[in-house]
Structures are given as C-alpha cells and as structure tokens.
C-alpha cells in the first residue's frame, strides 16, 4: 500500500497502530513461529510441526540401534544409531516444544 494517498492525520493514525503491534510482543512470538501446514519436498522435516507416531517410530528405531549395537558391536549398527540419534531428540524436542505452546 503506498503512503503517498494518505493525508498526514492518516499517516499518524498507520504510525501509531504499527508502533502498537511492534509492542505486543504475543502478537510478534505468534508471527515468529508461524509454520506452513503444506510441506514441499524435502523440506518437510524443517517446517512441519512433528507428529507424535513419526517421534515414537524414531524413538523406538533409536533404541532398537541402540541396543543392537551394544550386543552385536558392529560399527555400522553403531554409526546407523550415531546418525539416527540427533534426529531423534531434535524431533522429540520440536514436539515437547509444540505440547508446550500455549
């Protein structure tokens, strides 16, 4: 919208709204973490919100590798859980983190 229709009492008027919504600091958390519910492609893991079943698939695998490697000691099992791990808890954490939000 250009500004150079709006007479100057409007100008004011749009100023001291715009300062009003910089100070609701709610309103600028809310816009800050809003996500796409739409997931293209690869990105999927970065902008959807977690599901619980993929979190719980994640952590039973995690654990499943976990155990398999400390019985079988074989490298790649251990690399396999040393790859799936931080997965896990960054996908756990974003899940907990949405549980939490208000």
């Known amino acids: 919208m250009s500004t150079d229709r709006l007479s100057d009492y409007e100008r004011r008027v749009l100023d001291e709204v715009e300062r009003e919504l910089r100070r ?22 970065m902008v959807c919100r977690p599901r ?11 654990v499943a590798l976990l155990v398999t490697g400390i019985v079988t000691s074989a490298p ?6 040393a790859a799936m791990w931080p997965v896990t808890l960054f996908t756990a954490f974003r899940l907990l983190c949405r549980w939490t939000e208000g």
Request: proline fraction near 5%; hydrophobic fraction near 50%; aromatic fraction near 6%.
């Open 24 to 45: 609701d600091r709610r309103l600028d958390r809310r816009l800050s973490t809003l996500r796409l519910h739409r997931c293209p492609g690869l990105t999927r893991l």
């Open 76 to 81: 790649a099992v251990i690399w396999a859980f």
């Open 52 to 62: 619980t079943p993929a979190v719980l698939l994640l952590l039973t695998l995690s």
